[in-house]
């Protein structure tokens, strides 16, 4: 059974500075991995869908795929008070169910 | 982009009572999913559906949970009776060919 970690817990980060999240996975052979951002009250917004290793950018975030570590980051570039958020990390298994992680509460300082 | 309605999104039941939390998908899809997120708890698998069957069930799918789409329109999760433990939030989702899952806004149910 998928099981998928993120950290940290919670993280703040200047407004401008790159905020860094991780996530691991324990099952490697899944080829599809998406980071969401759940603001409180609201559902989720997908913010990066990533199926192969390497670098995947939509607009101001990046994600990294290494499978070989079992673990998927996302980046945030010049983040924005309006980003404050918990970002879920989930991972694709069969019958597209997805795993979530516990999720990483960003607050972006101004 | 593509919306998922989930009414109401707020939602108060005594407990032993039934209740049945609504979903409106995206119009052409075909996959449905109900996820469940405790306050301050990752969200969880419940349930996907297609073709009018259950594909895939977890352990949090307990025997008082049942899922439908009667004519095509809602697809709906019905819990009977209710239990103070099943008080969360839940998510519904759909998609078209399991690729993209679009995510409703939540129903938060409080059984008191």
């Known amino acids: 059974q998928q099981k998928v970690q993120q950290s940290p817990e919670s993280l703040t980060v200047s407004e401008g500075a790159m905020a860094s999240l991780n996530c691991t996975f324990s099952?490697?052979?899944?080829?599809?991995f998406r980071w969401y951002r759940q603001h409180s009250a609201k559902g989720l917004e997908v913010l990066v869908s990533?199926?192969?290793?390497g670098e995947k950018e939509e607009g101001r975030f990046t994600a990294h795929l290494n499978r070989a570590n079992l673990h998927v980051s996302l980046h945030i570039r010049e983040p924005q008070p309006s980003d404050s958020a918990v970002y879920l990390c989930?991972?694709?298994?069969?019958?597209?169910?997805?795993?979530f992680g516990k999720g990483t509460k960003l607050s972006v300082k101004s | 982009g593509p919306k998922v309605l989930q009414i109401p999104s707020h939602q108060i039941i005594d407990m032993g009572q039934m209740v049945t939390l609504n979903c409106d998908p995206v119009?052409?899809?075909?996959?449905f999913y109900w996820y469940k997120q405790i306050l301050g708890q990752q969200m969880e698998f419940l349930v996907n559906?297609?073709?009018?069957?259950?594909?895939?069930k977890s352990k949090l799918f307990k025997d008082q949970f049942s899922v439908e789409r009667p004519d095509g329109s809602y697809f709906t999760l019905k819990i009977q009776p209710t239990a103070l433990e099943d008080s969360a939030v839940y998510f519904c989702?759909?998609?078209?060919?399991?690729?993209?899952?679009?995510f409703g806004k939540g129903t938060r149910l409080t059984v008191v």
């Open positions: 119009s052409n899809h075909l996959y």
């Open positions: 559906f297609y073709n009018g069957k259950v594909m895939e």
């Open positions: 989702a759909s998609s078209f060919d399991r690729t993209e899952v679009f």
């Open positions: 099952d490697g052979t899944s080829n599809n």
């Open positions: 989930a991972v694709r298994g069969s019958n597209a169910k997805l795993t």
């Open positions: 990533i199926f192969s290793d």
